[in-house]
Structures are given as structure tokens and as C-alpha cells.
T-cell receptor, first 114, second 113 residues
Framework: DAGVIQSPRHEVTEMGQEVTLRCKPISGHDYLFWYRQTMMRGLELLIYFNNNVPIDDSGMPEDRFSAKMPNASFSTLKIQPSEPRDSAVYFCASSFIGKRDEAFFGQGTRLTVV | GQQLNQSPQSMFIQEGEDVSMNCTSSSIFNTWLWYKQEPGEGPVLLIA?????ELTSNGRLTAQFGITRKDSFLNISASIPSDVGIYFCAGPSGLQGAQKLVFGQGTRLTINP
């Protein structure tokens, strides 16, 4: 199993630009999560999907953030427009309904907004 | 919301020593998870605990689900250099059926060879 695959691994962009992060969950997993990790706030859940449907997006910081899951094997997290305070490592994770608490994480995307 | 407090925040030990860390919460958790994160990587699940009082091992790692459901412990025996990393506890919070995994702040483990 290839695990959760995220792209790109690193992204440097200028303030105001649109940023799109991508995730391919583990095949067969029903849940997909987007987390953000910073030194100040640690790991925070932004949004999660169940069977491609967004269930809870209360962790999304602002309207500048949006996430989609058009099918079971792909999800995107978009920031438009990006700001320096969005700089962080963004993780995608997935789990399956049999052990839905056990999330498997991707390697993350390190985003730097300058 | 529910919060998890880990201690210690960091540990500096000699190779071969045993390690103990814990995680506490002001509210009850029905599941406790322990993850390890290495530099430049995502968290990797080490142990999952589902029952109060449960003691589970994974190689040199042993974790326990506290009887009160408000704490959990992770022990590493005979530490080796590859144990270096940040260890996180986590648990699902929110309404039953919801799936919001909250994480502690982490315990950073450094090992002197």
C-alpha cells in the first residue's frame, strides 16, 4: 500500500496567490482529514470528509480556505488569497470505518507564504 | 473543546534508558492513540487503546489506557537512537459519531548516544 500521498511536498508562494494542496487517501478508506501543524498551535483539524461528503469544517480558519473531495481517491485544500500567517505544514490523513479513529497521515505539504 | 496535556514537553536521555511520558485530559476519552513524528514526516500511529485499563505493547513500546479514561501513558524501554522524535497522544472528541481527533502538544525525545 502506497499510503496517503500528498503533493506538493513544499510550496513557496507570494502573498495573495492561490495555493492548492492535493491528497490521495489510502484506497478503501472512508474518512479523509485535513490538518494544519504550526509551532504555536500544534496539530489542528481543519475539515474532514466521510464518503466524499464534508462533515465538519468548523476548523477551517477563514473563508479563504476551501476543501473538496470530488471522488474517493482525491481531495484538495485551497487557500485563496494566501497570507503569510497561512505558512504551516498541512497534512492529509485517512481512515476506514472499521477503525475510524486510527488515522494514517501523509508526509505533509510545507507551505511558505512570503 | 477537549484538550490533551502532555508531559514532559521534552526529554533528553542516554541511549539504553527507559522513557515514560503521559497525557491527561479534563474530560473522558473513549479512545487513546499514540503517534510518533520524525522531522519532515507525518505522524505515524504507534498504538491504539480502546478500553479503560488496557495495556498494549508494540515492540519496546507499551501504552496504557487510564482507568479514569482521562489519562494515558507511553513507555519506551531500552531506548535507541531511532526513537528520537516527537510523540503525540490523540483522541476523538466531539459528539458521538463525530470524528475530530485532537492532539496533545507532543513530547520531544532526544537521545544522546
Amino acid at each position: 500500500d502506497a499510503g496517503v500521498i500528498q503533493s506538493p511536498r513544499h510550496e513557496v508562494t507570494e502573498m495573495g496567490q492561490e495555493v492548492t494542496l492535493r491528497c490521495k487517501p489510502i484506497s478503501g478508506h472512508d474518512y479523509l482529514f485535513w490538518y494544519r501543524q504550526t509551532m504555536m498551535r500544534g496539530l489542528e483539524l481543519l475539515i474532514y470528509f466521510n464518503n466524499n461528503v464534508p462533515i465538519d469544517d468548523s476548523g477551517m480558519p477563514e473563508d479563504r480556505f476551501s476543501a473538496k473531495m470530488p471522488n474517493a481517491s482525491f481531495s484538495t485544500l485551497k487557500i485563496q488569497p494566501s497570507e503569510p500567517r497561512d505558512s504551516a505544514v498541512y497534512f492529509c490523513a485517512s481512515s476506514f470505518i472499521g477503525k475510524r479513529d486510527e488515522a494514517f497521515f501523509g508526509q505533509g505539504t510545507r507551505l511558505t507564504v512570503v | 473543546g477537549q484538550q490533551l496535556n502532555q508531559s514532559p514537553q521534552s526529554m533528553f536521555i542516554q541511549e539504553g534508558e527507559d522513557v515514560s511520558m503521559n497525557c491527561t485530559s479534563s474530560s473522558i476519552f473513549n479512545t487513546w492513540l499514540w503517534y510518533k513524528q520524525e522531522p519532515g514526516e507525518g505522524p505515524v500511529l504507534l498504538i491504539a487503546l480502546y478500553k479503560a485499563g488496557e495495556l498494549t505493547s508494540n515492540g519496546r513500546l507499551t501504552a496504557q489506557f487510564g482507568i479514569t479514561r482521562k489519562d494515558s501513558f507511553l513507555n519506551i524501554s531500552a531506548s535507541i537512537p531511532s526513537d528520537v522524535g516527537i510523540y503525540f497522544c490523540a483522541g476523538p472528541s466531539g459528539l458521538q459519531g463525530a470524528q475530530k481527533l485532537v492532539f496533545g502538544q507532543g513530547t520531544r525525545l532526544t537521545i544522546n548516544p
